[in-house]
């Protein structure tokens, strides 16, 4: 997300939008947004695997 941000100033709002839809749906399909809601469900701590 920092990078993001930091790429921003040199983008068009079109382009950061763009850039943000293909981070988003990355982070969707990752192990760890399953791992984080399923410890939050179970109320256990994460076992991330990191990027």
């Given amino acids: 997300m920092k ?3 930091r790429e ?3 983008q068009t709002f079109a ?3 763009a850039l943000a839809d293909i ?3 990355n982070s969707f399909a990752s192990f760890d947004l399953e ?3 399923a ?3 179970e109320k256990r ?3 991330f ?3």
């Fill in 39 to 41: 410890s939050f469900a």
């Fill in 35 to 37: 791992e984080g809601v």
């Fill in 45 to 47: 701590a994460p076992a």
């Fill in 8 to 10: 921003t100033y040199a």
């Fill in 3 to 5: 990078r993001q941000i």
């Fill in 49 to 51: 695997e990191g990027l």
């Fill in 15 to 17: 382009r950061y939008l």
């Fill in 23 to 25: 981070e988003t749906e």
